[in-house]
């Protein structure tokens, strides 16, 4: 079932969706109106796997973080695609992505109208972000998490953000190698520069979305959701805090000439912004993320992604598609009517998922409700 799209729409969102051997899904063709999408059904059904799906339209490996021979439905030759049609203010956009027979092995491919394309042309397009039941340990969990989620946000904004990111890895893990066979200083001179240019460059890019959901959440009352407050730890960004982003990378690059042998002996790069932590608190309680409940985790979390969302709309002027998985499963009913109240107010094509209908109640018009059943999916 298509809605049709109503005049005024700003946010954009897809029309359609198409799997092909994803997952539990040998074939699904599912049409998509503006506003709420709601997938209820038992445990096991597919409704976390039609979000995954959802997920990879966008750069990296989806929100499991899977690699692509993994999502292939079993007992299939190993191909599988996702495609959607977007519907934004430029109009109708034919959008995919997924692994031919041929491709297995290699990295998925990407295709925009027909044409091959890149991972970034997708973020170009759309803005996909997302909160899954793993995420709940990310203020617990060990600072890698932090800084992927922290690059996710950032993606958002900034769509060569990614290619940064992988242009600092690379540099890194040459110098890595460099550093194991003894190479001569003019090589490592070399690379080493370059590590220090990208790596300033995303450390200076997660600042400012930092700086920015900070300036957002001092507005935000907190009614709802506890206010997150965020600061980023790292030599690094101290640095960057008190200094011109080229005296940083001048700086960087002398501490990774004079950490060489450190560096040899410890088998890796131990100066640089992989070196970071994202630091969460609860404002109102002044008390570290990691410490706080349970429950209050859980409530933070939410009122950053939320937050997050808000923020994408404001700087890129386009509303982010968002995919929220169990994510009232554990919400009282106060905290429910005003996460559907925010999303409403945002107006973005918002996906959530959960096994009782009852949760749901309060999610406002428009709104399209779907049963997920062993790979099927029907209105309810």
């Avoid at 503006?34 to 597919?46: I, Q, R, T």
């Avoid at 409940?293 to 808000?310: C, D, M």
């Avoid at 094509?349 to 049963?371: H, I, K, N, S, Y």
């Amino acid at each position: 079932m298509t809605e049709t799209v109503r005049p005024g729409t700003a946010a954009p969102f897809l029309s359609t969706l198409r799997l092909t051997d994803f997952r539990n899904y040998g074939r699904l063709v599912l049409g998509l109106g503006p506003g709420a999408v709601v997938l209820v059904g038992d445990n096991g059904a597919g409704k976390t796997n039609l979000l995954e799906a959802v997920s990879f339209l966008s750069p990296g490996r989806g929100f499991r973080r899977a690699a692509n021979e993994a999502v292939a439905r079993r007992g299939s030759s190993g191909a599988w695609a996702v495609a959607a049609t977007l519907e934004g203010a430029d109009g109708e956009t034919a959008i995919g992505t997924g692994l031919v027979e041929g491709d297995l092995g290699r990295a998925r491919r990407v295709r925009v109208d027909g044409q091959d394309a890149t991972a970034e042309t997708l973020s170009r397009l759309l803005s996909v972000l997302w909160l899954t039941p793993a995420m709940d340990g990310l203020f617990t969990g060990p600072p890698g998490d932090r800084r992927r989620f922290l690059d996710r946000l950032v993606l958002a904004v900034d769509a060569g953000h990614a290619a940064r990111v992988a242009a600092y890895e690379r540099a890194m893990t040459e110098r890595n190698r460099l550093l194991e066979q003894g190479a001569e200083a003019r090589w490592l001179d070399a690379v080493e520069t370059q590590l220090a240019e990208t790596g300033v460059a995303v450390a200076a890019a997660r600042r400012e979305v930092v700086g920015c959901l900070e300036r957002l959440a001092a507005a935000a009352d907190g009614a709802d959701f506890p206010v997150a407050v965020l600061a980023l730890a790292g030599e690094i960004d101290d640095d960057l805090a008190a200094r011109p982003a080229t005296a940083v990378e001048d700086g960087l690059r002398a501490a990774l000439r004079a950490g060489r042998a450190r560096d040899r002996a410890a088998g890796r790069t131990l100066d640089g912004p992989h070196r970071s932590d994202l630091l969460v608190s609860h404002r109102e309680k002044a008390m570290p993320a990691a410490l706080s409940s349970t429950g209050e985790q859980k409530a933070l979390l939410i009122g950053l992604v939320l937050a997050h969302a808000e923020l994408v709309a404001a700087l890129t002027g386009r509303t982010p598609l968002l995919l929220l998985d169990e994510v009232a499963a554990h919400l009282d009913a106060r905290r429910r009517g005003g996460l559907f109240a925010r999303l409403s107010r945002l107006g973005a094509q918002v996906f959530m998922t959960g096994t009782d209908a009852t949760l749901f109640e309060l999610v406002g018009e428009p709104a399209q409700r779907f049963t997920v059943a062993a790979g099927t999916v029907v209105p309810a």
